[in-house]
């Protein structure tokens, strides 16, 4: 098979290509999108859910790849066919994390799928901080990181506290209105320095959200981990929030912005274990140090304003599951993985959903795992671990997650 030909996406194409942008976090990547249109580029966020973006996966992609990646190349297909884009003005963006996972390798699986489909004039482009792939007209400045990185904290921040609105509000769709309001709010604060009045900002929406008429009945609290896309993705993971909202329980999902740490603090292990990346072991120290400043930052907001549940920032995660996994084991997510499960139960969300895709290697090791020395250590915990794919029946994962959600109404009451 001939070798397929990398397109760039050149300085005079940011102004006349649209960016497609695969959807995984609705309220984050609306923030996001935003803020790549204050920097001059023209975006849009894919926020399709229908049947046939896993047909275009499974023609387009092998059986054997994970689910996630069939998913977000079947959404970029479906979408290119769809007749709504001028095939000669369209660019395709999608993330790459340095790891050996799908992460770093489905961006040659989507460059496939489009000269397959006679569409390989283009161009896609690669977010990383590896150096794997430049482009001449997409950069990264100063200014745009750290916007980027309140954007995402922002997200983290509305994403938290509205899942601890919605499942208690007296008035159906009250959190969901508020939810589109500060989405809005912050991502037009992008184009000024608005978004930079953290402490105005913070108190604000906490005030706001805080406004919600909300029931005090107890609720069984889910945590929801696993593999990234399935763990927020709702076209992933059967939109699993909205099921365990619907099951009178309250998700509770960590932020996008742990991970982000997680990917820096693999690239100073990649020094310190194998003395490789120098470079990028500098840059990640600075990164992770702004990440955690930032996190406290926010957390600190929660704790004055005294009505919502705080979260724990990543120097509290990092180091919690020293005693069960190496964190030379970073693949997929890795150490992580097993550090989310532990910081929910330790925070009193005994009860966690695992959403991974059927045969990733990584996540079923150290998520399945990790399980029985959890249990082991926390009697009282409840783990189900979800698999999806093409071919997985929802009735029987929803099912399990009943199971679950039986056995953690039990405990409730008994705890009581």
């Given at each position: 098979?001939?070798?397929?030909?990398?397109?760039?996406?050149?300085?005079?194409?940011?102004?006349?290509?649209?960016?497609?942008?695969?959807?995984?976090?609705?309220?984050?990547?609306?923030?996001?999108?935003?803020?790549?249109?204050?920097?001059?580029?023209?975006?849009?966020?894919?926020?399709?859910?229908?049947?046939?973006?896993?047909?275009?996966?499974?023609?387009?992609?092998?059986?054997?790849?994970?689910?996630?990646?069939?998913?977000?190349?079947?959404?970029?297909?479906?979408?290119?066919?769809?007749?709504?884009?001028?095939?000669?003005?369209?660019?395709?963006?999608?993330?790459?994390?340095?790891?050996?996972?799908?992460?770093?390798?489905?961006?040659?699986?989507?460059?496939?799928?489009?000269?397959?489909?006679?569409?390989?004039?283009?161009?896609?482009?690669?977010?990383?901080?590896?150096?794997?792939?430049?482009?001449?007209?997409?950069?990264?400045?100063?200014?745009?990181?750290?916007?980027?990185?309140?954007?995402?904290?922002?997200?983290?921040?509305?994403?938290?506290?509205?899942?601890?609105?919605?499942?208690?509000?007296?008035?159906?769709?009250?959190?969901?209105?508020?939810?589109?309001?500060?989405?809005?709010?912050?991502?037009?604060?992008?184009?000024?320095?608005?978004?930079?009045?953290?402490?105005?900002?913070?108190?604000?929406?906490?005030?706001?959200?805080?406004?919600?008429?909300?029931?005090?009945?107890?609720?069984?609290?889910?945590?929801?981990?696993?593999?990234?896309?399935?763990?927020?993705?709702?076209?992933?993971?059967?939109?699993?929030?909205?099921?365990?909202?619907?099951?009178?329980?309250?998700?509770?999902?960590?932020?996008l912005m742990d991970f982000i740490a997680y990917c820096c603090e693999n690239m100073i292990l990649d020094y310190s274990l194998y003395g490789i990346n120098k470079m990028n072991r500098n840059f990640a120290r600075v990164v992770i140090k702004y990440?955690?400043?930032?996190?406290?930052?926010?957390?600190?907001?929660?704790?004055?304003?005294?009505?919502?549940?705080?979260?724990?920032?990543?120097?509290?995660?990092?180091?919690?599951a020293s005693d069960y996994i190496s964190k030379g084991v970073k693949m997929g997510e890795g150490w992580l993985l097993t550090s989310e499960m532990l910081e929910l139960i330790e925070s009193d969300v005994n009860n966690i959903v695992c959403c991974?895709?059927?045969?990733?290697?990584?996540?079923?090791?150290?998520?399945?795992?990790?399980?029985?020395?959890?249990?082991?250590?926390?009697?009282?915990?409840?783990?189900?671990?979800?698999?999806?794919?093409?071919?997985?029946?929802?009735?029987?994962?929803?099912?399990?997650?009943?199971?679950?959600?039986?056995?953690?109404?039990?405990?409730?009451?008994?705890?009581?």
């Amino acid at each position: 098979m001939s070798k397929i030909e990398r397109v760039e996406f050149t300085k005079e194409m940011k102004k006349t290509h649209t960016i497609l942008i695969p959807n995984m976090l609705h309220m984050h990547f609306q923030i996001l999108e935003e803020l790549l249109i204050s920097e001059g580029y023209k975006v849009e966020l894919l926020k399709t859910k229908h049947q046939n973006i896993v047909n275009e996966g499974v023609k387009n992609v092998h059986n054997d790849t994970c689910y996630p990646a069939l998913l977000v190349v079947g959404q970029m297909i479906d979408a290119l066919k769809s007749g709504a884009y001028d095939l000669d003005k369209v660019a395709l963006i999608i993330t790459q994390t340095g790891g050996g996972c799908r992460a770093s390798n489905y961006i040659h699986l989507l460059r496939k799928a489009l000269r397959n489909n006679g569409m390989a004039h283009i161009p896609v482009i690669s977010v990383n901080f590896y150096g794997l792939e430049k482009n001449s007209g997409f950069t990264f400045t100063y200014r745009f990181l750290i916007k980027a990185i309140y954007g995402i904290i922002y997200g983290d921040l509305l994403m938290w506290i509205s899942n601890q609105c919605k499942p208690y509000e007296l008035e159906a769709g009250a959190t969901d209105a508020m939810d589109k309001k500060w989405t809005k709010k912050v991502a037009d604060s992008l184009h000024s320095t608005k978004f930079l009045h953290i402490k105005a900002n913070y108190k604000e929406i906490l005030d706001d959200y805080a406004s919600i008429a909300r029931s005090n009945e107890q609720k069984v609290k889910v945590g929801i981990v696993g593999e990234i896309y399935m763990k927020y993705s709702p076209l992933g993971n059967n939109s699993l929030e909205e099921f365990l909202l619907n099951e009178g329980a309250e998700p509770v999902v960590t932020g996008l912005m742990d991970f982000i740490a997680y990917c820096c603090e693999n690239m100073i292990l990649d020094y310190s274990l194998y003395g490789i990346n120098k470079m990028n072991r500098n840059f990640a120290r600075v990164v992770i140090k702004y990440i955690i400043h930032s996190q406290r930052k926010m957390i600190k907001a929660i704790k004055k304003h005294g009505v919502f549940r705080p979260m724990s920032d990543f120097s509290q995660i990092s180091n919690i599951a020293s005693d069960y996994i190496s964190k030379g084991v970073k693949m997929g997510e890795g150490w992580l993985l097993t550090s989310e499960m532990l910081e929910l139960i330790e925070s009193d969300v005994n009860n966690i959903v695992c959403c991974q895709p059927f045969g990733c290697l990584p996540n079923h090791i150290v998520a399945k795992g990790m399980m029985r020395k959890i249990k082991d250590n926390y009697p009282y915990s409840n783990i189900v671990a979800i698999d999806y794919d093409p071919g997985a029946s929802s009735i029987n994962q929803e099912n399990r997650i009943k199971l679950m959600l039986s056995n953690a109404k039990l405990n409730m009451e008994e705890s009581k």
